[in-house]
């Protein structure tokens, strides 16, 4: 079962695309390798993998609203998930934890 995706972003949260085969070329770093020491790790978690998973052993919908609230969970209004359109499964709700997670 996969709980999510974890990806990297830049300060203002846009995805970074980095390619790890190609961080190097004859020994030296690319520009992509200086982005990447950078960038920041956002976590997107499908909502079974977040109940079963992430809060397991806690209430994972007061866990979301804690993040709500101290500003670590982008959400749709009214809601405590975001919609991402992913590969080969459409829009799908999931859990999205920002980087100022780490800060805490």
Do not use: N
């Amino acid at each position: 079962m996969r709980l999510g995706i974890r990806r990297l972003v830049d300060e203002e949260g846009r995805p970074l695309k980095i390619d790890a085969a190609t961080e190097y070329v004859d020994g030296r770093s690319t520009p992509e390798s200086v982005e990447r020491r950078g960038a920041l790790v956002e976590y997107l978690i499908f909502p079974e993998a977040w109940k079963r998973e992430v809060c397991r052993g806690f209430d994972h919908t007061a866990v979301a609203k804690a993040l709500k609230k101290l500003g670590h969970l982008h959400h749709e209004r009214d809601r405590l998930t975001f919609k991402h359109r992913l590969r080969g499964l459409g829009h799908v709700p999931m859990y999205h934890v920002k980087p100022s997670i780490f800060g805490e």
